[in-house]
Nanobody, 123 residues
């Protein structure tokens, strides 16, 4: 069984930064990603990374967010800079046991999920 635990969420002003972490416990997965969901909105992919270090970002966060992974700690990070109110959402860590031959960034491509951590950006 794979267990994912997110941390690092909080409240910041626009332009600030936060660093989210996702600790993975259990079996090895092929790739991991970050998703977010705001009230009344659908869950969207934010960033993903695979075992080869390939990365994928949604257009709205390119240049501002950075996804990385510490293999020794089995932890994935999402460094978020220049935060905007539009980034406010519950952020979820996800993992997939399936090798797609690429870097997936759609919710249906992931089969393990964390509980989420809230990120609130005020203007």
């Amino acid at each position: 069984q794979v267990q994912l635990v997110e941390s690092g969420g909080g409240s910041v002003q626009a332009g600030g930064s936060l660093r989210l972490a996702c600790a993975a416990f259990g079996y090895t997965t092929s790739c991991m990603g970050w998703f977010r969901q705001a009230p009344g909105k659908e869950r969207e992919g934010v960033a993903s990374i695979d075992s080869d270090g390939r990365r994928m970002y949604t257009d709205s966060v390119k240049g501002r967010f950075t996804i990385s992974q510490d293999n020794a700690k089995n932890t994935m990070y999402l460094e978020m800079n220049s935060l905007k109110p539009e980034d406010t959402a519950m952020y979820y860590c996800a993992a997939s046991s399936i090798d797609y031959g690429g870097v997936p960034l759609r919710a249906e491509q992931y089969n393990y999920w964390g509980q989420g951590t809230q990120v609130t950006v005020s203007s």
